[in-house]
């Protein structure tokens, strides 16, 4: 019987062999764009974005990323916190009462119907007392359930995965304070910034408590959006790594493979990989899109798995289909058979006819090495 992409999956992690190289290209986002307009390719016009992947030949990565599946992630405030929202037409404001003042965060509806977080909770070290106060009656919980609802629909093009919550700084620098506020608070006030980080990374206890005993997932994202710009070696060093090797080392103890979203500029910390506790990193960018080439990826991540790799630009006009062939062949000499190959990040939103036809040549191609 042939081997499903499922079983290839989790078989790239365990260092076996496979039947060919594994294509798992990310194209939601892109998928998601062109159904909401209306311009999909007429092939894919009235496919599921599970169908789509089956048609193209592709393996499927995460569970609910613009699946409608639910997230397996869960974030409640208990009924202490009063939370309120207000329209604002495009816009909406988020209210959160606390003993210590009032936090809001304000979001902004796109184009596209869904909506980004334009304004962060705290914005002034004032703030992180109410912030600290928040974060201490936040539950975050795996639900088991709603994996396997996901995994169902995933079904055998994919190992079902999906991302834990980020570290305590990215979550500070990415998610809950505009990344200057964060820095310059960070630099003028660490203990405060310290405090809030402990009580976030506490509130992660229960979640990893879950996931270590539940014997569902068999491999988890760290999805950190990691980028230099938002941090230092130092700090990488100090807040970072301990982190890392904390949580990645509980589930790694478990059972269940990690590996880290690092989508940006990563030049600086090339030294570390090899010794980072994850078993793979997802979405690393070579040149000429990313600050890195893939000789050096391949001399600092050693026999980890990398996830992605292809430079997202090069499904693009602007390049050569040559050029991204010979992209594709140079990381499947480097990487295989411990790759995922895919799009670094993804396959571009804005992609017209010819990205389609580029992806499907990929797919198409690695299904013959």
């Avoid at 639900?143 to 093009?157: C, L, P, Q, R």
């Avoid at 600050?291 to 980890?304: H, P, S």
Wanted: hydrophobic share 35%; proline share 7%; with cysteine.
């Amino acid at each position: 019987m042939e081997m499903t992409r499922k079983e290839m999956n989790l078989r790239i992690f365990r260092g076996e062999s496979l039947p060919y190289v594994f294509f798992q290209p990310r194209i939601e986002p892109w998928f998601h764009l062109h159904k909401h307009h209306n311009t999909l390719p007429p092939e894919l016009q009235n496919l599921s974005i599970r169908e789509a992947y089956n048609f193209i030949g592709a393996s499927m990565r995460y569970i609910h990323y613009w699946t409608g599946q639910p997230d397996p992630i869960e974030t409640r405030f208990n009924k202490k916190v009063k939370i309120t929202e207000e329209n604002l037409g495009n816009k909406f404001k988020r209210y959160y009462q606390t003993p210590y003042g009032e936090l809001f965060e304000t979001f902004q509806f796109t184009p596209t119907g869904v909506y980004i977080n334009v304004e962060f909770l705290a914005k002034k070290v004032d703030d992180l007392k109410a912030l600290r106060w928040l974060l201490e009656h936040r539950t975050i919980t795996f639900n088991s359930e709603k994996f396997k609802s996901g995994a169902e629909f995933m079904g055998d093009i994919g190992e079902p995965q999906f991302w834990v919550p980020k570290s305590p700084y990215f979550a500070l620098a990415q998610q809950l304070m505009k990344y200057e506020d964060f820095i310059f608070t960070l630099s003028d006030y660490p203990s405060e910034i310290e405090d809030v980080m402990k009580v976030i990374d506490d509130s992660y206890d229960q979640l990893y408590e879950q996931l270590t005993s539940s014997n569902l997932p068999h491999i988890i994202n760290f999805g950190e959006n990691f980028d230099m710009a938002y941090t230092s070696p130092q700090y990488f060093e100090r807040y970072l790594i301990p982190w890392y090797n904390k949580r990645s080392g509980q589930l790694r103890k478990a059972g269940i493979y990690t590996y880290i979203h690092i989508d940006g500029s990563f030049k600086p910390i090339l030294p570390y990989l090899l010794d980072l506790p994850f078993d793979g990193y997802e979405a690393l960018t070579p040149t000429p899109q990313g600050d890195v080439t893939l000789e050096e990826m391949k001399e600092y991540i050693g026999n980890k798995v990398l996830l992605d790799g292809i430079p997202a630009i090069l499904f693009l006009e602007h390049y050569s289909r040559e050029e991204l062939q010979a992209c594709v062949e140079k990381i499947v000499k480097y990487f295989h058979p411990r790759l995922v190959l895919g799009v670094s990040d993804e396959l571009p939103e804005g992609g017209g006819i010819e990205t389609y036809e580029r992806l499907k040549w990929v797919a198409q191609w690695c299904k013959k090495q």
